[in-house]
């Protein structure tokens, strides 16, 4: 059979076949490292069935993170606004690190998708609950943007993994032949720069404690301005 064969066309092939390779390739590199011919190759196509099935990269990226949305449930309604962000920003990097680049895109278009408007609607009415009124926008963006961020910048990095400990090693380095370093530096290197350098399940975890750490700290902050908008009222 040749890739002139009407049946390599057609056979087969539906648009949720080409959707679910497209999900395979973006969890095994990154949304935007693979291409349509990639991806006909993985189906074994030609690539013109791809823009016939699905359309172009463009519409497949929107699909793929479509998917990875679809697996992130708003959480109990009933909890106060910082341990529902909690909740739901904890359990929503790991899923968007599933399929890197996800989380870059989510920066780059908003939440322009169906699969977001629950979580959306969800979200905005507790911080609207919660008092930040007009400002609920402005914090909701805030606590999504900076989670995204930090899940893109390491998604980012698995483009170049093989470069990354040897960064980090050489940072390592250069803090140990700065003679004016202070204790405070050198102990930056040890315990936050180490663990990268290191790679595997070390670079994980710390990847993950500083996650955790930019949430708490994003949902802190918006909790003092809160606070101190609420206090400055009643003066």
Request: hydrophobic share 45%; with cysteine; charged share 20%.
């Amino acid at each position: 059979m040749t890739m002139t064969d009407p049946a390599r066309f057609h056979v087969g092939l539906t648009p949720e076949r080409v959707i679910d390779a497209a999900v395979e390739l973006t969890r095994e590199s990154h949304l935007m490292s693979w291409s349509i011919r990639d991806l006909a190759g993985r189906l074994g196509v030609a690539a013109s069935v791809i823009y016939h099935h699905v359309g172009g990269k463009d519409l497949l990226c929107r699909q793929v993170v479509e998917r990875m949305l679809g697996q992130v449930e708003p959480p109990d309604a009933s909890l106060p606004w910082q341990e529902w962000f909690r909740a739901l920003l904890y359990s929503a990097g790991p899923r968007a690190a599933e399929y890197p680049g996800s989380a870059k895109w989510m920066l780059m278009h908003g939440p322009t998708l169906p699969a977001a408007l629950p979580v959306l609607e969800a979200g905005m009415a507790i911080l609207h609950r919660a008092g930040f009124g007009s400002r609920a926008d402005l914090a909701y963006a805030l606590l999504l943007n900076n989670a995204m961020l930090t899940v893109s910048m390491s998604d980012d990095r698995l483009q170049h993994e093989g470069d990354g400990p040897r960064d980090h090693a050489t940072m390592m380095a250069e803090f140990r032949q700065i003679p004016t370093a202070s204790a405070e530096v050198r102990a930056m290197g040890q315990e936050f720069i180490r663990p990268f350098a290191e790679g595997g399940e070390n670079a994980a975890l710390m990847r993950w404690d500083y996650y955790r750490f930019a949430v708490d700290t994003t949902i802190a902050g918006l909790d003092a301005t809160l606070r101190s908008t609420d206090a400055a009222a009643r003066e």
